[in-house]
């Protein structure tokens, strides 16, 4: 045989015996048991051979377990190349065996390069691998730091500043209705101040008149030569009584006006404090929805950050390592729920915006609607009222109108039975006629009753329809005024550039002003005229232009009158008709005299552009030069606003039909 071949030969059988001595050093590397010294493969020194040092620990490591269990992420299924799936095998050395050429194993390479391991280097562990990814860990969960300072810093300050503006609009609250609370009370004060000095000048008048009669009386009594011990101690005593009640009265009086003053003080006091709360609440409100729109900046990119990192495979791997065999799962952040609290905080901004989300969330609307549609129910509510009072009234006035005849009629019947008792002779038909006349005398007794409480039953109805009135056309004000108010509110939504990026994140619209209530206001507002009545002061009387039955006159308004008064000279002069048949009335005039008057009709009387017809007057009967007065009677025909301070006279009329009962809508033809 040639030497090449046996050359050949022998480097072929030295080959296949390293090969195998590298095969069984594989297999002892994996096996549980001790493991002897490598087998030392003879190297021929005409042959050139590479030693390398190997790692000093070998595993194997299986990147595709069957179960990967990461609660906190969402399973991402991708193929993985080939020598991810491959298991890694190396080869490990005992620590205790020193380490040297000669007796370090040679590393066969493989003859299929796609198995080669790509981390022959030593392997960063897993919480490397998330640390380098900007993560650590807080619990069982890797969060961001961005997160953490997000969280402990940015939250929590905006949670205190939120905090402290509700407090300041809380102190705001409890002014609001502490303010309401004296100001009602200054109201019952100054009513009763008021009465305490009307009772002040009746006693004054009438002591002054008591005495004047006294000092006539005892100068009669002086000339005549005859004395009343008895009469003039007791009206020494009735004068005592009433001083002291004067003097009670006084100091009441002096009392209120101290606590009214010390309130007003303390009202004062706190429109001062709620003004500089307002300002605060103002500043606070402005650094909140900085404070907002900075921190849904900030909880986006997070959430954008952690939604990279869900899908990072070396984070996937790392939190696969981390989990296996544990009880408690290692999870990525964030957490909280910065998607539920971008959206607390977008509502909440929206709130401060007097924004809120409807039932069927689609729809934001407008705080103020709620209170255009509070008031718009409240409007149809008076409106309704007065409607039903106005008709009782009208069947008051029917039911008056019919009583003349209906008494002149059971007059004349008594008349007729009582003749007819005269003449019978019969015991029977003498018993049913004095049963019938009986009857005839008890409904004449009833009306005559009813007549007595008809002014009564007038001025219960008179007042139920004025506060209808009035609660109807302060609905229609301020029903105005929120509508206003509420539309001037939309149009700044409209061009606020932070609403529209809020509507657009939550894909909601604005819902537009409740139409219903525009409609209500629309109808309200052509029932309602006003105007205002130009007032001229005379001394210490404020007088009014009228027309009475078609002549000009000046009228001295006064409100605590309930009827017009009328001097006898100027109701012949205005053509106005005395009755004969009407019954004379004593009338207490403000200086404590008593004069006789009788009640009559004026035709029309016109303040203004309103005209009132057939209104009641009392015409005084007695020597009265006194201008004629216009009372209560008159102006509880509107809703009314006595101003004399500002020289005017506010006069709102309601032109409502009132309401016709069930029965007669049936009997109304179609």
Not at 188 to 197: L, P
Not at 370 to 379: G, I, Y
Request: hydrophobic residues 40%; aromatic residues 4%.
């Amino acid at each position: 045989m040639p030497t090449r071949s046996r050359s050949s030969m022998v480097f072929g059988s030295l080959i296949v015996l390293m090969t195998l001595v590298g095969f069984l050093a594989g297999r002892s590397s994996v096996s549980p048991r001790p493991q002897p010294h490598p087998i030392q493969a003879p190297i021929a020194k005409t042959i050139p051979t590479e030693v390398n040092a190997l790692p000093p620990a070998e595993t194997v490591v299986d990147l595709e377990p069957s179960e990967v269990r990461t609660p906190s992420l969402a399973s991402v299924k991708r193929t993985r190349p080939l020598e991810e799936t491959k298991p890694e095998v190396v080869r490990a050395v005992r620590a205790e065996e020193p380490i040297s050429p000669a007796t370090l194993p040679v590393r066969v390479p493989p003859t299929d390069q796609s198995l080669i391991s790509v981390s022959e280097s030593k392997k960063p562990q897993p919480d490397e691998v998330l640390t380098s990814k900007g993560l650590s860990r807080s619990g069982r969960i890797y969060v961001l730091a961005a997160e953490e300072a997000t969280r402990t810093q940015n939250i929590e300050e905006f949670r205190q500043a939120y905090a402290e503006w509700e407090r300041i609009v809380a102190r705001m609250d409890q002014l609001m209705i502490a303010a309401a609370q004296h100001q009602k009370l200054l109201q019952a004060w100054e009513y009763e101040c008021r009465q305490g000095y009307q009772t002040m000048a009746a006693i004054q008048t009438k002591l002054e008149e008591q005495n004047r009669l006294r000092d006539q009386a005892n100068s009669n009594k002086t000339q005549t030569g005859t004395q009343n011990s008895v009469g003039g101690k007791s009206t020494a005593l009735g004068n005592a009584n009433e001083l002291v009640q004067w003097q009670n009265i006084q100091r009441r009086i002096t009392t209120l006006e101290a606590q009214a003053a010390e309130l007003q003080f303390q009202l004062i006091q706190a429109q001062r404090d709620y003004d500089q709360l307002g300002s605060m609440a103002l500043a606070k409100q402005g650094d909140l929805q900085r404070r907002q729109a900075a921190l849904i900046l900030a909880t986006e990119s997070i959430q954008k950050h952690y939604d990279n990192l869900a899908n990072d495979r070396q984070v996937i791997a790392a939190l696969v390592e981390l989990n296996r065999g544990a009880d408690i799962n290692f999870a990525l952040g964030p957490i909280e729920n910065y998607q539920s609290n971008v959206s607390k905080m977008l509502s909440g901004f929206l709130q401060s915006q007097d924004l809120h989300a409807s039932r069927k969330g689609k729809k934001l609307v407008v705080g103020l609607d709620r209170d255009v549609n509070s008031l718009a129910f409240q409007t149809t509510t008076f409106e309704d009222r007065l409607g039903s009072a106005l008709s009782k009234q009208k069947d008051q006035q029917r039911d008056e109108e019919s009583r003349p005849k209906k008494r002149a009629e059971l007059t004349t019947s008594i008349q007729r039975l009582e003749d007819e008792v005269a003449k019978a002779t019969q015991a029977t038909p003498k018993a049913h006629l004095s049963a019938q006349l009986a009857g005839a005398r008890t409904e004449l007794a009833n009306l005559q009753k009813d007549e007595a409480e008809v002014a009564a039953v007038r001025q219960k109805l008179a007042e139920n329809v004025a506060t209808n009135r009035d609660g109807f056309v302060q609905n229609v004000i301020a029903l105005r005024k929120a509508v206003a108010l509420s539309q001037e509110k939309h149009d700044q939504l409209e061009t606020d550039t932070a609403v529209q990026k809020v509507k657009s994140r939550m894909k909601a619209s604005v819902a537009p002003l409740p139409k219903t209530a525009l409609d209500i206001l629309k109808k309200a507002e052509t029932l309602i005229q006003t105007a205002e009545i130009p007032l001229e002061a005379d001394k210490t009387v404020v007088q009014v232009d009228a027309i009475l039955n078609g002549q000009r006159q000046k009228l001295v308004v006064d409100p605590t009158l309930d009827v017009v008064r009328l001097s006898k000279a100027l109701a012949t002069e205005l053509q106005i008709e005395l009755s004969e048949s009407s019954p004379e009335i004593d009338l207490v005039m403000e200086d404590g005299r008593t004069l006789r008057a009788k009640r009559a009709t004026i035709k029309a009387l016109e303040v203004g552009p309103f005209l009132v017809p057939d209104l009641e007057c009392l015409i005084v009967l007695n020597d009265y030069e006194a201008p004629p007065v216009l009372g209560a009677d008159f102006l509880n025909q509107f809703s009314y606003k006595f101003d004399p301070d500002a020289g005017k006279l506010t006069l709102t009329q309601v032109n409502m039909i009132p309401k016709t009962k069930p029965s007669e809508r049936a009997r109304m033809p179609r």
